[in-house]
């Protein structure tokens, strides 16, 4: 799965995915990107075919709402590393359990609440 881990989560995060050999992540640190607000972030997930995973749940809610065609949208809650690393690994799961993981997300966006239920909606809604 093609993934950008927003900068308000650990760069770890991408590392740890790369190191599995199932997905291509890449945090902003890594890539040069620190900084970027959060309407080119989107423009480039959409540009390189990646889905966004952050907790900053309002904001790319608004623009992936606003938006007709994107890859997807993870949400997860404020958690130590450790607890989102196990949130983002249940949650690949989640999404491999209903198909391909990139056609799966298309459109949509999965939200993980702290206790790991999932809610996956599609978004903007159809």
């Known amino acids: 799965m093609r993934l950008v881990i927003d900068e308000c989560l650990s760069p770890q995060l991408a590392l740890r995915l790369n190191a599995t050999g199932l997905h291509d992540a890449v945090h902003p640190l890594h890539v040069g990107r620190r900084g970027e607000p959060d309407h080119r972030v989107l423009e480039r997930c959409i540009a390189e075919d990646r889905v966004i995973v952050t907790e900053n749940a309002r904001d790319f809610r608004r623009l992936v709402g606003k938006t007709e065609l994107h890859p997807g949208l993870i949400i997860l809650p ?4 450790e607890g989102t690393w196990k949130l983002l ?3 690949l799961a989640f999404i491999r359990e209903r198909g391909e993981p990139m056609s799966v997300m298309v459109n949509h966006v999965l939200e993980v609440d702290e206790s790991g239920v999932m809610t996956i909606l ?3 809604p159809t």
């Open 122 to 124: 599609p978004l903007p």
């Open 89 to 91: 690994e249940s949650a």
């Open 78 to 81: 404020g958690l130590d590393r």
